[in-house]
């Protein structure tokens, strides 16, 4: 069984249909869960109990508005890449990722965590914040203008210029970030106010918007610049959407400029800016390296390998997220505990890496043929199958760097991933223009590379703190596992028999972690009492 032809258009219409249909319901929860929020959730209770709820909306609100974004975005990812191809893909993604991702950062500028931290200490200055971070804001968007104009400019001295729907992208785009600076300014002020309700509900109804906007564009044949239009509509409307909340839920905003203010935000914001930085340099730089020696295709192969990687990397967030006030106290409290608790996380997590690594890798030529469809191949699939391996370490990464902020050592996170960022530049700068077409392989490998960089300081400094961090004796068991199922998963996928692979090697690997005794008694002990429906008279 191999999927060697291309989905039919009506199946892909009809899969465009149920989506959208799906999407229009879920725009119909939002817009009743806004019209009875009143009702489901009250703030009359003082005391701990009235506390304990804020902090629970504070918490399951923005995680459940994350995670349906998240699955909204990689469903509407499928339809820019089949709508736009290979080419087309790879002329927004470079556009994409610079405005979305690099420019955005520096012209946030860190001021969302900093106005949220002074307003939430001093309400009274809200509206100074509110309207001093905006015009920051649109004073370092002003100035990224020029640097989208030196962009294009030092493309067009290479053999593979943007080309000029990316430019016309990359325009567009970047005119998005002076309304989106306004909107996240507001956003700032309802965190300080403990309502993330607010922006989380907000942000979820304008993403929808976004994919309504951008499947029209689309479908009507309007490419890469429509796309981005749709986006800057989209951006526009959302602005429009928070200054409405801003005015509604908090106060009526006035212009207050505070050059003082200004003068003191800069430095005290810049750490900030510069760790956010890191780490997408760190991350996603070999996209720009690319672009030069292999073009809009390479760009665009590379840039859909990345969209399950993308997705699978939330799971370590979520995990860590819901860990971290308990790493907080026992760093404090107790560190026996503190250490037990750290490996645990860390084997979980490994439990779930290496498998997951193991059939992307497998069933990359599938997967990348779903998302994006035979023009994507074999590039996007030999790049995701590398790729893919990033994930393990990257996993310890994550919940080490939430160890290391729990005992207060953020600062050598800072540290680590300057030398990972170093690291990673210099050897797509180095590699990537000897491979050429194929520098998207060089780029995958130097992805894993950086991740065991990166884990090398951190690992330094949890042995400084007196803690133990015994990767290989944890992570033996499942890697061993996952070689394990890999061998029949490799041999039936050879045979074309994929959906049999998908089915044997996750059963072969539960039988195995079995085998292996990777969990120990308390460890079992602990996952049964996690279990939200164990009952006294079922357990007995």
């Known amino acids: 069984m191999s999927l060697s032809s291309d989905l039919p258009a009506d199946g892909f219409s009809l899969k465009l249909a149920l989506f959208l249909g799906g999407l229009a319901v879920l725009l119909l929860l939002v817009a009743l869960v806004v019209r009875w929020w009143g009702r489901i959730y009250q703030e009359t209770e003082a005391g701990r109990g009235g506390l304990a709820r804020r902090v629970l909306k504070n918490s399951l609100t923005p995680l459940i508005a994350r995670l349906i974004n998240r699955a909204v975005d990689f469903a509407f990812a499928i339809v820019v890449l089949h709508y736009l191809g290979v080419e087309g893909y790879g002329a927004y993604a470079i556009a994409a990722l610079l405005v979305g991702q690099y420019l955005t950062t520096v012209a946030d500028f860190g001021l969302s965590t900093l106005s949220t931290r002074e307003v939430a200490r001093e309400p009274e200055a809200a509206n100074r914040y509110l309207s001093n971070t905006t015009l920051l804001r649109w004073a370092l968007s002003a100035l990224s203008l020029p640097l989208?104009?030196?962009?294009?400019?030092?493309?067009?001295?290479?053999?593979?210029?943007?080309?000029?729907?990316?430019?016309?992208?990359?325009?567009?785009?970047?005119?998005?970030?002076?309304?989106?600076?306004?909107?996240?300014?507001?956003?700032?002020?309802?965190?300080?106010?403990?309502?993330?309700?607010?922006?989380?509900?907000?942000?979820?109804?304008?993403?929808?918007?976004?994919?309504?906007a951008g499947v029209g564009v689309l479908v009507a044949g309007w490419g890469v610049v429509g796309l981005a239009a749709s986006s800057l509509l989209v951006t526009l409307a959302n602005a429009v959407l928070f200054l409405y909340l801003q005015c509604r839920f908090l106060f009526v905003p006035r212009l207050e400029v505070d050059l003082a203010l200004w003068r003191w935000m800069v430095p005290e914001a810049l750490p900030l800016m510069l760790n956010n930085l890191l780490v997408l340099i760190f991350f996603r730089f070999d996209t720009f390296i690319l672009q030069p020696y292999g073009g809009a295709r390479t760009v665009g192969a590379y840039d859909a390998a990345y969209k399950l990687p993308n997705?699978?990397?939330?799971?370590?967030?979520?995990?860590?997220?819901?860990?971290?006030?308990?790493l907080s106290r026992l760093a404090v409290e107790d560190r026996s505990r503190l250490e037990h608790t750290y490996h645990l996380a860390l084997k979980v997590l490994l439990v779930l890496a290496f498998p997951?690594?193991?059939?992307?890798?497998?069933?990359?030529?599938?997967?990348?043929?779903?998302?994006?469809?035979?023009?994507?191949?074999?590039?996007?699939?030999?790049?995701?199958?590398?790729?893919?391996?990033?994930?393990?370490?990257?996993?310890?990464?994550?919940?080490?760097?939430y160890l290391l902020i729990a005992l207060n050592r953020q600062r050598t996170i800072t540290l680590a991933f300057i030398l990972a960022a170093l690291f990673n530049v210099g050897s797509n700068l180095y590699w990537i223009p000897r491979y050429g077409p194929y520098g998207y392989l060089a780029a995958s490998l130097i992805t894993i590379m950086t991740e065991g960089v990166l884990f090398v300081p951190l690992w330094a400094v949890v042995r400084r703190e007196g803690l133990r961090l015994p990767l290989l004796g944890v992570a033996w068991r499942p890697a061993l596992a996952t070689a394990v199922m890999g061998v029949p998963m490799v041999l039936l996928h050879a045979r074309g028999l994929w959906p049999v692979a998908l089915l044997v090697g996750p059963a072969l690997y539960g039988a195995m972690l079995l085998l292996l005794r990777t969990w120990t008694e308390e460890e079992r002990d602990f996952f049964r009492r996690l279990w939200p429906w164990r009952r006294r008279g079922i357990s007995e």
């Open 148 to 212: 989208c104009a030196l962009i294009i400019f030092i493309y067009s001295r290479t053999p593979q210029p943007l080309s000029v729907e990316a430019q016309a992208a990359l325009w567009l785009l970047a005119a998005g970030l002076f309304p989106a600076g306004l909107a996240a300014a507001v956003s700032a002020l309802f965190t300080a106010r403990e309502r993330l309700e607010v922006p989380a509900l907000a942000g979820l109804l304008t993403n929808i918007l976004k994919v309504f």
């Open 311 to 326: 997705a699978l990397i939330e799971v370590p967030y979520f995990l860590t997220m819901a860990l971290f006030p308990l």
């Open 356 to 401: 997951l690594a193991m059939m992307a890798s497998v069933l990359a030529p599938e997967i990348i043929f779903l998302l994006g469809g035979k023009e994507y191949l074999p590039d996007s699939a030999i790049a995701l199958s590398v790729l893919i391996w990033f994930l393990p370490l990257s996993y310890v990464n994550g919940v080490t760097q």
